[in-house]
């Protein structure tokens, strides 16, 4: 694949493209009016998918995946998260799924169904499997088979989340629609170079609530791959949230659990940023 940033976007007639974001990590205000080379093709698996001499306006910055076949989350990822929740990581990664309708663009309001109490954030690195694999095995190059990088937040509520109502289980809480934004590219693994050394920061109105750097990763993705694929058959197009760092609402002192309103922005390190705005239903 020959793309760098490949962006997914909205033109003033209401067509859809992917386009080309080029060499540098993106904000929202860098492309909206601008005029960028268009791909031929509607997907990056097709096989003309290829970058033509087109120009089209940048009017809206969709979600990079128009669908996606799931979602998987890794918990308890982070030495310095898994540190303040007092946990132990056991040998293999804790992993939990998310179903398509979790799947939200970078800049869309993320509504919250009135019985989902303490809403949190987490600021999470994931790829998307390029390839369809199973059962990846030590000699070969996992890596091989994402298609790219991009800034995900693996919105939970964790009324949802306490094992009186989800039975020990992640998913649950982590599920509902619209819970899982990406974007605002997809970074090629060429133009991200080192995915296991990257700054990762989360803003709730602006106040700087995460910092690490994904240095601080207990599984790394090529483990992570491996350990998914054992049996089991992943799809391409699926994006992998690969775990949050230290700092989320649950675990500060009190919890500062998300309001109506609130605006919720993760980046990443050569990527760029997504911006969420919570809306509580009534």
């Not at 094992?163 to 619209?178: I, L, T």
Request: proline share 9%; with cysteine; net charge negative.
């Amino acid at each position: 694949m020959s793309f760098q940033r490949l962006i997914r976007f909205r033109n003033p007639s209401d067509g859809v493209f992917y386009g080309e974001a080029g060499p540098k990590s993106v904000e929202q205000t860098d492309l909206i009016g601008q005029e960028i080379q268009v791909y031929s093709g509607d997907s990056p698996w097709m096989p003309n998918f290829k970058l033509s001499d087109r120009v089209e306006t940048v009017e809206e910055i969709l979600c990079p995946l128009p669908s996606v076949p799931m979602v998987i989350g890794i918990g308890l990822n982070y030495r310095q998260h898994a540190n303040e929740a007092g946990m132990t990581p056991g040998p293999y990664p804790v992993t939990f799924t998310k179903p398509p309708d979790a799947l939200a663009g970078p800049f869309e309001r993320i509504p919250v169904h009135k019985e989902c109490q303490w809403m949190d954030y987490e600021a999470e690195l994931c790829f998307i499997i390029g390839e369809d694999c199973k059962n990846v095995s030590e000699s070969e190059d996992a890596m091989h088979y994402i298609l790219g990088y991009t800034v995900g937040n693996d919105v939970s509520s964790r009324y949802w989340q306490v094992p009186e109502r989800s039975g020990n289980q992640h998913g649950p809480a982590k599920s509902f629609d619209k819970f899982a934004p990406i974007g605002p590219v997809i970074v090629s693994p060429t133009a991200i170079g080192n995915p296991h050394d990257l700054a990762i920061k989360a803003y709730v109105n602006g106040d700087l609530r995460q910092s690490a750097r994904t240095d601080d990763l207990i599984y790394d993705i090529p483990a992570i791959i491996r350990h998914l694929s054992r049996g089991t058959t992943l799809r391409r197009g699926t994006v992998v949230m690969t775990g949050t760092p230290s700092g989320v609402a649950a675990f500060l002192k009190p919890p500062q659990w998300l309001q109506d309103g609130d605006v919720v922005e993760v980046e990443i390190e050569k990527i760029g940023r997504i911006r969420n705005v919570i809306n509580m239903e009534v």
